[in-house]
């Protein structure tokens, strides 16, 4: 349980570092690039063609949403493909372009305290800041919030727990499922 606990934690301050790396505007465009460029070697290896029209579905979680929205680009130039994101408590900066995106869904609950951290920090996340890629997509009406009240991040209470209920008896990762 003590190497664990301590396991758990270094590879959550790996993540945190990932993010903030993929979030920084000077490694943002080159992370972006490589992971997109990535992906869609994994998906033409998969048997994907580009240009057949199949959409092609990033869901993320967490701070895997900073990673999907900065794939957007380089996945169209590559594959050509109607591009869905679905992000589940979605921890991000706003600053990746999703014009390209078809659309993206965001999955959030108002207990969700990290993904409300993310809106907090990171200025392109705010209102104010009208042209990040975050609040253009939003006025283009590219993105869809659905509500997993009462759900947190992690926990015993998480979007995906077994074992957390709904007044209606399904499970927080039943419902989960059902939206995605």
Known sequence: A???????????????????????????????????????????????????????????????????????????TRLGAPLLLITLGGFHNGANDLSQAAHLHQLTSANDRIERVGTWIFPQRWRLFRWSGWNRAGRAGKITVHRLDPATHVGQRSYISPKARLPDGRSHLDRTAETV
């Open 2 to 76: 003590w190497l664990r606990r301590r396991a758990g934690l270094l590879l959550f301050l790996h993540n945190v570092m990932q993010i903030f790396v993929a979030a920084d505007r000077r490694y943002r465009p080159l992370y972006n690039r490589a992971v997109g460029s990535q992906i869609a070697t994994q998906l033409r290896l998969a048997g994907y063609r580009p240009g057949s029209g199949i959409p092609v579905v990033l869901l993320s979680y967490s701070g895997g949403a900073q990673v999907a929205t900065g794939a957007v680009p380089e996945l169209h």
